[in-house]
């Protein structure tokens, strides 16, 4: 149940956004025949959906509507503004191999007896340490090797990134 709400909140935070970029770009009349398109998208599967496969059913055809809306607004504003989107398709695609990296230490670390739910306090919090440490070396290991950091921070890649970051960080205006 937590993971069909968290994929209505993802959703649900993105798409507006889209959206207002949209809006923004005075593309209004098409960000409106969109909408409609979403809403007839959604009234023609959410009930088959819901008949088959119940609560997901509607999460799913939420999902397909904002799917279907931020794609048709995102090929309109490349229609019209002649964005490239594949630079950032690249780096969403190096921290998404980031989060299956870390998703497969956490089920690496299940495998290994690491329960964190049915133990004592203070193990529990080792245990959840001992996972939130995994994720992040494994995190910062996959995107430092795609150079997502440089790509996003636009970090000289010969320079030491630690050293980039810090001089960003520690930069007095």
């Known amino acids: 149940m937590l993971r069909w709400a968290s994929i209505s909140a993802l959703l649900g935070t993105i798409s507006p956004v889209v959206n207002s970029i949209t809006m923004a770009l005075r593309l209004r009349r098409e960000n409106i025949i969109y909408l409609a398109i979403g809403f007839c998208l959604k009234f023609v599967t959410f009930f088959p959906l819901i008949f088959f496969t119940g609560y997901p059913g509607a999460i799913t055809s939420s999902a397909i509507c904002s799917i279907t809306i931020m794609t048709l607004d995102l090929l309109a504003i490349n229609r019209r ?93």
């Not at 230490?105 to 529990?124: E, K, M, N, T, Y």
């Open 81 to 173: 503004y002649h964005v490239d989107y594949k630079p950032t398709l690249r780096k969403l695609c190096g921290m998404g191999l980031g989060l299956l990296a870390m998703w497969l230490s956490f089920v690496l670390l299940r495998l290994l007896g690491l329960h964190v739910c049915d133990q004592p306090r203070l193990i529990a919090t080792v245990e959840l340490g001992i996972y939130g440490l995994s994720g992040l070396v494994l995190y910062v290991a996959v995107t430092s090797y795609f150079k997502v950091p440089e790509r996003i921070f636009h970090l000289d890649p010969s320079q030491n990134i630690w050293k980039s970051l810090m001089g960003i960080l520690l930069r007095r205006k």
